[in-house]
């Protein structure tokens, strides 16, 4: 069955620093790969999407992912944290029947100044 | 602006009773979703429908009802049946592989 884990519960990163929040998936053939942001009480934000051609994808707010197919990772990095990035960080694939979205259990993100 | 639109924010529910949540969309988009949300436990995924008139149940679909009458309307009933229906709810819709579109989640709360 597909899966994803975020290894991660909870990581906190200083302002300015680099961040880099892991997601291991479970599946069969080529996935098609997302990572959204979630601030509290709100819905979440799609940041980026990889389906297939360069595994590394640029999304929204500064933030990259790199698909690594031989650690079944997808990696969701940002070179300078901003206080604003404080909030959950949700990793997702879609299902092989391509019906739904099978999310991870979540990274909370807290920035220190 | 299009988007999804979710209602109530906030809903109480007394033991025994059924709640209906509202989830209205103007994207045009054929698919929706209800997850559950729980702390720590991620998106859990109740149902989804991909056309009108057709749903599937997904992963922890005991207790809760859905209907789909029309495109723009995916409402979620929780019954009483659901032994412990305090979480967040959040609705989505797609119209392909381009990912969900969110909207700002119901909270639920047994009082």
């Given at each position: 069955a597909q899966s994803v884990t975020q290894p991660d519960i909870h990581i906190t990163v200083s302002e300015g620093a680099s961040l880099e929040l892991r997601c291991n998936y479970s599946y069969g053939a080529t996935p098609y790969l997302f990572w959204y942001v979630q601030s509290p009480g709100q819905g979440l934000q799609l940041l980026l999407k990889y389906?297939?051609?360069?595994?590394l994808v640029q999304g929204i707010k500064g933030f990259e992912a790199e698909f690594k197919r031989s650690q079944s990772s997808f990696n969701l990095r940002k070179p300078s944290v901003h206080w604003s990035d404080a909030a959950e960080y949700f990793c997702a694939v879609l299902t092989q029947a391509g019906t739904a979205l099978i999310f991870g259990k979540g990274t909370t993100l807290s920035v220190s100044s | 602006d299009g988007g999804i639109t979710q209602s109530p924010k906030y809903l109480f529910r007394k033991e025994g009773q059924n709640v209906t949540l509202s989830c209205e969309q103007n994207?045009?988009?054929?698919a929706m979703y209800w997850y559950r949300q729980d702390p720590g436990q991620g998106l859990r995924l109740i149902y989804y429908s991909q056309i009108v008139n057709d749903f599937q149940k997904g992963d922890i679909a005991e207790g809760y009802s859905v209907s789909r009458e029309k495109k723009e309307s995916f409402p979620l009933t929780v019954t009483?049946?659901?032994?412990?229906?305090t979480a967040f709810y959040l609705c989505a819709s797609s119209s392909n592989y381009a990912g969900y579109t969110f909207g700002s989640g119901t909270r639920l709360t047994v009082v």
């Open positions: 389906f297939s051609g360069d595994t | 994207l045009n988009h054929d009483s049946a659901q032994k412990n229906p």
